[in-house]
């Protein structure tokens, strides 16, 4: 996801993404959680995020924080269950699939409204994937749709409207959805927010105030926003009272602020006046041994975008960008900044996502290492690319976000990078996650720290993220071998076999040309109150679920 989800990890992910994934809110009093012998006046939990919610569209949505919010007041045909694994959402049942296995018809749950009372319909489907994958919209989770829903891609590409999208409403509570091929993991994908429904009506009548304040939305999901809008450093979700399975949400509030810092976070959480938070960097190994503590796995990959659209820029030239993709050391990263449990990333796909559908072999110990630390082999490159570009010496600025952890990150790539690569100067950015994603967008930026963590759990969630065409791809990577091999990969679903082996290749080309420059694949060390119960934690798609989440009342009294 990320920027899961950019995609992130991201949730994010799933989720984590990057993206980089946050919790946060106000109202963050002792008094209001962990108390000993907990009544439902009591049900109130206080967490914290590291950035924003950008924004609350969830055609428009990118990132880790949002997919995490949106996951948690929105609903699709299925869900993520406490578990991990997907469960019917809205859909009454499982669909009627066709013998060819295109067509899918869901029923829409009599009793799933939005919180304003009225009925989720089939017709709220069709207008929101319909404005997914209309090119005015340049949402850019649109590829998601590509080549998987019926003239999707056609649609994105300008030659087709957007009524010819595969989708109908049959009846108020019936979806019919025609695919251009069969899909594996067409499931997986009903669980995202960017195939979540919107209701036409309220979506006009707010016009572009829609999704920038809590008033300016309506919720299908477990809970609802309150107290938010796009500058806020804080929210609360509430439990929804129109949704369809109420009585399994059990929190009366979870209150959320913005905290970038993880000594003040620590400070809270040691005041009791938030309930869990993640620890970062030395903070990890001070709480070394503290049954408070655990161990969160993400599917998200952190590495450096290259900007190579900028006029003159020398990213353009592959050997700077080996050099720069080789001059870091990551486990000494992943050591000294990190702390949390977090690996060298050597590739783009992370490590348990996916197995070779015939061995069983994770994909990431199939493909191996593909671009490691090496510092001579950086130094060599970085030489041999200023002598192509005529000069003695270049200066990148490298972007990252606002947070603790992310300064401390660019302080010591920037070493690195001006330690092993001689002539090099690296000046950072850093700047609030919103303010990233723009940068992001706008491709104003040299090198940048971005992760994406999974929405779904199969390598093309990935490698697609950098075909020349793909909406999440704003570096101007541009490979046609690789493109032809994502495509293929896309629409093989007969050759499994043939399918993975693409899909190894892929990478495998995108690491020979630098394309990006991998850095590590994230573990949070999460540091939670015992009383926290059934707080979801998923390796893909959204962070967290909190539909199940409690306060147990079980907190130590003194």
């Known amino acids: 996801m990320g920027n899961k989800k950019l995609s992130s990890l991201v949730l994010l992910s799933l989720s984590s993404a990057l993206v980089l994934a946050a919790c946060g809110g106000e109202g963050s009093t002792a008094d209001s959680s962990g108390s000993a012998g907990a009544t439902d006046s009591d ?6 995020e590291s950035a924003e919610i950008p924004t609350m569209d969830s055609v428009q949505a990118t990132d880790t924080v949002a997919f995490t919010a949106l996951s948690n007041v929105n609903e699709g045909l299925y869900r993520q269950g406490l578990d991990g694994t997907v469960e019917l959402g809205i859909a009454a049942e499982d669909p009627t699939v066709s013998e060819d296995g295109l067509v899918y018809t869901f029923t829409i749950r009599d009793e799933a409204n939005w919180s304003n009372g009225e009925p989720v319909t089939a017709e709220d489907f069709v207008y929101s994937w319909r404005k997914l994958v209309d090119p005015a919209e340049a949402a850019s989770y649109s590829y998601m749709m590509a080549g998987v829903i019926a003239n999707a891609t056609e649609i994105i590409d300008g030659a087709v409207a957007p009524e010819e999208l595969g989708v109908k409403a049959i009846d108020e509570k019936t979806l019919e959805i025609t695919l251009t091929s069969p899909v594996p993991y067409f499931k997986d994908l009903l669980t995202l927010a960017m195939f979540f429904p919107q209701n036409q009506a309220f979506v006009e009548e ?52 913005v905290i970038k810092e993880t000594s003040t976070a620590l400070n809270l959480y040691d005041t009791d006046a938030i309930d869990r938070m993640i620890l970062t960097g030395e903070y990890v190994a001070q709480r070394a041994g503290d049954p408070e503590v655990h161990t969160m796995p993400t599917s998200s990959v952190f590495y450096l975008k ?21 001059a870091f050391d990551k486990q000494a990263y992943a050591d000294v900044v990190l702390q949390n449990g977090s690996i060298p990333a050597n590739g783009l796909v992370p490590e348990k996502l996916a197995l070779d559908p015939s061995t069983g072999e994770d994909y990431r110990k199939q493909n191996g290492d593909l671009l490691t630390y090496n510092a001579e082999e950086a130094k060599t490159y970085f030489e041999k690319g200023l002598a192509e570009l005529g000069v003695e010496s270049i200066t990148l600025e490298l972007l990252s976000d606002d947070t603790e952890n992310a300064k401390r990150s660019s302080e010591f790539l920037q070493s690195q990078l001006q330690t092993n690569l001689p002539g090099l100067t690296v000046t950072l950015r850093n700047v609030p996650f919103k303010v990233r994603l723009e940068a992001d967008t706008s491709g104003e930026y040299d090198i940048e720290l971005a992760g994406w963590g999974a929405d779904y759990a199969d390598p093309i969630n990935f490698l697609e993220l950098f075909q020349t065409e793909n909406g999440n791809n704003k570096s101007g990577y541009s490979n046609a071998e690789y493109d032809a091999l994502i495509d293929e990969a896309r629409t093989n679903v007969t050759d499994l076999d043939a399918r993975w082996a693409s899909l190894l290749a892929a990478e495998k080309i995108l690491m020979e040309d630098a394309g990006i420059a991998p850095l590590y694949q994230r573990s949070y060390a999460v540091l939670q109150k015992p ?6 934690e998923h390796l893909v798609g959204a962070d967290y679920s909190y539909k199940w989440a409690s306060n147990s009342g079980t907190q130590n009294v003194d």
């Open 43 to 48: 049900q109130v939990l206080n967490l914290v």
């Open 531 to 536: 009383y926290v119960t059934d707080l979801g």
């Open 306 to 326: 290259f900007n190579q659209q900028r006029e003159g820029t020398p990213l353009q030239n592959a050997n700077i960008r080996k050099a720069l993709a080789m």
């Open 206 to 257: 707010q016009g572009d105030q829609y999704a920038l304040s809590s008033d300016a939305l309506l919720y299908n999901g477990p809970f609802v926003l309150a107290n938010w809008d796009a500058a806020s450093l804080s929210w609360t979700y509430e439990p929804n009272a129109e949704y369809w399975d109420k009585d399994a949400v059990k929190l009366q509030a979870i209150n959320v602020e």
